[in-house]
């Protein structure tokens, strides 16, 4: 059983094993590995352990990074941007219904990742032996989605943070607008909406800080008694755990949830 460390590789941040063999790594460390694709420059997520046989293919730590390793990578920085260029070109040349996210060598340069996003499957084999032929390396051609490439790319959202999926996120979790339901948001898509085009991810961080909070407050339209009298609720706020009702009068009063109590009428279903 080898002796394995977490490392994330490339801007999609993959996740593979690294045989750290005689090298004593920590968390936070970056690396020059040699996995499937090459050598590659990861960065080290998770401690030293031993694991079973896995069907993953497991690289190997070449050494810790060094001054003339970062050297190396600093100009691998404008090789990709150059050969970007170059991509993009061959892009629009052969008319592909494709938009081009970003390109990445490897850090040994022997192979180039282009990342792209596109509605239908394209037919790019065309494209491959023109890019090898003029970048004289393998390409490899990677297909992602819309919030993959937002997290790639990066930005600023709504909220004037950096986006969440760009500082933090390790992968995607399921967002649906039942969940602006249950947090009573505005069902507006374009406001519940990021970068991306998709439902923003942080609807789902507090979803289920609202479904317990509901579950401690009284359901709207249910009888209750308040310190003002009986009357029906109308609304309530889970931040603030207060309790909006409408009084026998008509006027709608607000109540801290602990000071509203299901009368006995409600209790019993009339």
């Known amino acids: 059983m080898p002796i394995v460390v977490g490392i994330i590789v490339r801007r999609m941040k993959e996740k593979i094993w690294g045989d750290s063999g005689h090298l004593d790594l920590v968390v936070g460390e970056t690396v020059v590995v040699e996995s499937d694709h090459g050598q590659e420059i990861g960065l080290v997520t998770e401690r030293e352990k031993m694991i079973e046989k ?26 990709n941007c150059q050969a970007f260029k170059i991509v993009q070109q061959k892009i629009e040349d052969h008319e592909l219904a ?11 340069r022997s192979k180039l990742f282009v990342y792209y996003t596109a509605e239908t499957r394209v037919d790019f084999r065309e494209l491959i032996k023109d890019l090898g032929h003029i970048l004289k390396t393998r390409i490899q051609m990677v297909q992602i989605g819309v919030r ?54 942080c ?62 009428l409600d209790k019993i279903g009339l």
Do not use: W
Request: glycine share 6%.
């Open 98 to 108: 494709m938009k081009l996210t970003c390109v990445q060598y490897t850090f040994d």
């Open 148 to 201: 993959d490439e937002a997290k790639m790319i990066g930005g600023i959202g709504t909220c004037g943070r950096k986006l969440c999926c760009k500082d933090f996120l390790k992968e995607f979790s399921s967002v649906t607008i039942d969940m602006a339901k249950e947090q009573d948001l505005s069902l507006n898509t374009a406001k519940l909406s990021g970068l991306c085009g998709r439902l923003m991810c």
């Open 54 to 79: 896995t069907k993953e293919s497991v690289g190997k730590v070449l050494r810790k990074m060094t001054r003339e390793d970062e050297l190396r990578e600093a100009e691998n920085e404008k090789k």
């Open 203 to 264: 609807i789902a961080f507090e979803n289920d800080c609202y479904r317990q909070a509901k579950k401690k407050l009284p359901k709207i339209g249910s009888k209750v008694h308040t310190p003002l009298g009986h009357g029906t609720v109308v609304a309530h706020n889970c931040v603030k755990e207060t309790v909006s009702v409408e009084m026998a009068d008509k006027h709608v009063k607000v109540f801290p949830a602990e000071q509203v109590s299901h009368t006995l």
